[in-house]
């Protein structure tokens, strides 16, 4: 998992954590790593949890998008808070080189994003109303209409608004500004669903390896404080409306 290899996307390359475990990480490497980038340890590989679910996670991701052909595939920059663990693979594909960051959550590994690592183009998930095509590089404008009611967690089918004779009926709701309560009980960000959603649209298999959608409960907010101090999100509210559910 943490070396070089040529493989198809169903990544037989990209073995398990655990069975990287009893091989030594390449200590060096023909491939140049991008600026920041790390790779794992040996300590580390040893460490993370799951490593089969990590491989899942990305392998899924990487169909979702397009990616053919993974040949050389490095894993780094690991880190941990508490139970969560961060850590990003650096893919060579047949098209582009990838970024691909992911994340054990509650027990789960989900892909935060895949990023090109020249252009900085978001590919997965998307990122407001827009994504991009893998293969064509080209800007998605997505049409978004029902992503903000229907229920993500419970792959909701969302229609196109005008397009159906009967009123759609979906599994949650939104209760306030700001949360959204799921089929299965819990509330996340309602920006988060609706985000996800558009994403749903734009790739309909996008979410299908995700099976609990918890982190998107409480979304971390990058420069938010420092450009609007006196607004702070109150991220204790959803926690609280998770504990009464």
Not at 8 to 23: C, G, I, K, L, N
Request: a negative charge; aromatic letters at 10%.
């Amino acid at each position: 998992m943490f070396g070089g290899g040529t493989t198809d996307v169903d990544t037989s390359q990209t073995e398990s954590v655990a069975e990287s475990e009893s091989s030594e990480v390449e200590p060096t490497s023909t491939v140049e790593m991008p600026d920041g980038f790390t790779k794992i340890t040996q300590e580390q590989a040893e460490s993370c949890p799951d490593g089969d679910g990590a491989v899942k996670a990305l392998e899924t991701a990487l169909q979702s998008i397009g990616v053919k052909k993974v040949s050389d595939c490095y894993w780094g920059n690991y880190k941990t808070a508490g139970s969560v663990v961060d850590m990003e693979a650096y893919l060579i594909t047949d098209a582009q080189n990838l970024i691909v960051r992911c994340q054990y959550l509650n027990n789960n590994w989900t892909v935060v994003y895949i990023t090109d690592s020249e252009n900085g183009h978001l590919y997965y998930p998307t990122t407001g109303k827009d994504a991009y095509n893998y293969t064509t590089g080209e800007l998605i404008k997505q049409e978004e209409s029902y992503t903000s009611k229907a229920d993500c967690t419970a792959g909701d089918l969302i229609p196109v608004y005008g397009k159906e004779r009967t009123h759609p009926v979906f599994s949650g709701r939104r209760i306030e500004r700001g949360l959204y309560l799921c089929k299965a009980g819990y509330c996340i960000n309602a920006d988060c669903n609706g985000a996800a959603n558009i994403l749903r649209k734009a790739f309909p298999h996008a979410w299908d390896a995700c099976k609990d959608f918890q982190f998107l409960s409480t979304p971390a907010s990058v420069g938010f404080e420092s450009l609007n101090p006196s607004s702070i999100p109150n991220r204790q509210k959803q926690r609280a409306a998770n504990k009464k559910k």
